[in-house]
């Protein structure tokens, strides 16, 4: 057997902390003013997505099964959002990953998935701390445009899931009536 020097180990340790360093992602957290079952709930099934995330959804949080959020559920299949997603992973209450696709604006981009990791923790007292950590992004053109549509959107659901459990259920009505104007003018 051959044995690997201790120089060489570090620089091959060191090499892959380079890497993995140079991966882009987003990674947005928030503490959310409700416990972890219900916060894991919001999250994880359609009913909970429904109330901060978007209007409509299908959600099962089981490896294989659909993480599907439609912004505009009026839309055409395959153009409401993030259709087709699937759940990679799910520790139950601590972290559920699953596919990801860029805004049906970004066509090019929209062809490939990322990775979405969301991770759930206790963080006081009836309160909850969510971490959103989204990689796999390529280079330039519109994968560039997608990283900054998402580092602006993740905020804003984050927020939502925030106001949510402080004000209650995001009412859609209103985005639903622009969404179905919009999809009726094509």
């Known amino acids: 057997m051959k ?11 060191a090499l892959a902390t380079c890497a993995a360093a140079d991966e882009r992602m987003l990674s947005k957290h928030a503490t959310v003013k409700a416990p972890l079952d219900a916060v894991w709930n919001a999250w994880t099934t359609t009913e909970g997505v429904k109330t901060f995330f978007a209007p409509d959804a ?3 949080a089981r490896p294989g ?3 599907e959020i439609y912004m505009n559920p009026y839309a ?6 993030a259709d087709d997603m699937r ?30 990791i969301v991770r759930f923790k206790p963080a006081g007292e009836g309160e909850t701390e969510v971490t959103m950590t989204h990689v796999g992004w390529g280079d330039g053109g519109e994968w560039d445009k997608a ?9 804003k659901v984050l927020a939502n899931l925030q106001k949510r459990f402080v004000s209650g259920p995001l009412d859609w009505t209103e985005w639903l009536a622009r969404m179905k104007a919009y999809t009726e003018k094509k």
């Open 58 to 60: 299908r959600v099962e």
């Open 147 to 155: 990283y900054a549509y998402f580092d602006n959107a993740w905020d």
């Open 3 to 13: 044995m690997i020097s201790a120089g060489a180990l570090f620089c091959a340790l």
């Open 65 to 67: 099964g659909p993480f």
């Open 76 to 81: 055409e299949s395959g153009m409401k959002g």
């Open 87 to 116: 759940v990679l992973a799910v520790q139950d209450r601590r972290m559920i990953s699953y596919t990801w696709n860029a805004p049906p604006s970004l066509p090019e981009a929209r062809k490939q998935h990322t990775v979405m």
